[in-house]
């Protein structure tokens, strides 16, 4: 990635993070209920147009049924739990009334133990809850590809169910389900999605995501 590339996505993730802290005076106008999806570059929608990211594809869920949710993309190409947890709270700043957490892959593509990402995963989430007790919480379960032997990548697996678990929190088994091993799927890397690849992930979360924001309106 060139400089100037990589130059316009600091500016352009910049602005994104001034854009959800927002202003005081914003927040008291704006009665709409705020979703962060917290997360790497599959969050973020890498290769693609942000309008093209799940995220985005759920916002477009959201209001063609006409609820009072808004979608903030935190996604962050590269980040790591260990990254995670350095910068959520300045992401706390803005109440959060749906937490989505999206990160780990990063840990398992560089052999991190799963005991130290689960360690952090938990923190970030410790600290969620402490801005907002009744903060509703969904955790995006992600695997290995079994190159890194079957220990690890069972190890690894058996974080989100289990983080899951733990804080009461609704669990997108396999965020990649049915796109991860579909090079069609895929960008040329073979470790992101495509367009097509994210509205299929787009469901996945939906799937999972839908009954959580149902229940809130109740």
């Known amino acids: ?48 147009d942000r309008e093209q990211a799940f995220p985005a594809l759920v916002q477009a869920r959201i209001d063609s049924l006409g609820w009072n949710f808004e979608v903030f993309n935190a996604g ?14 300045w992401l706390l700043r803005r109440p959060i009334d749906v937490f989505v957490l999206e990160l780990g892959a990063n840990d398992g593509l560089r052999g991190i133990d799963p005991k130290d990402t689960h360690a952090n995963l938990q923190q970030i989430v410790e600290r ?13 379960g992600m695997q290995m590809p ?18 899951a678990e733990k804080n009461d929190a609704a669990l997108i088994p396999f965020l990649l389900e049915g796109v991860g091993d579909q090079p069609a799927l895929n960008l040329p890397d073979g470790n992101h999605p495509n367009v097509e690849g994210h509205q299929i992930v787009a469901e996945t979360v939906w799937t999972t995501l839908g009954p959580v924001l149902e229940e809130l309106r109740r």
């Open 1 to 48: 990635m060139g400089k100037t590339k990589k130059a316009h996505k600091v500016k352009y993730i910049a602005l994104a993070l001034v854009l959800f802290s927002g202003s005081v005076a914003a927040e008291e106008a704006d009665s709409s209920r705020v979703i962060l999806f917290f997360g790497d570059s599959l969050t973020a929608g890498y290769g693609l």
């Open 146 to 163: 079994p190159n890194l032997g079957a220990e690890y990548t069972e190890a690894f697996a058996a974080i989100f169910p289990a983080l």
């Open 128 to 140: 969620v809850k402490a801005k907002n007790p009744k903060v509703a919480l969904v955790i995006a």
């Open 76 to 89: 962050l190409g590269g980040e790591t739990s260990a990254g995670g947890l350095r910068r959520i709270d």
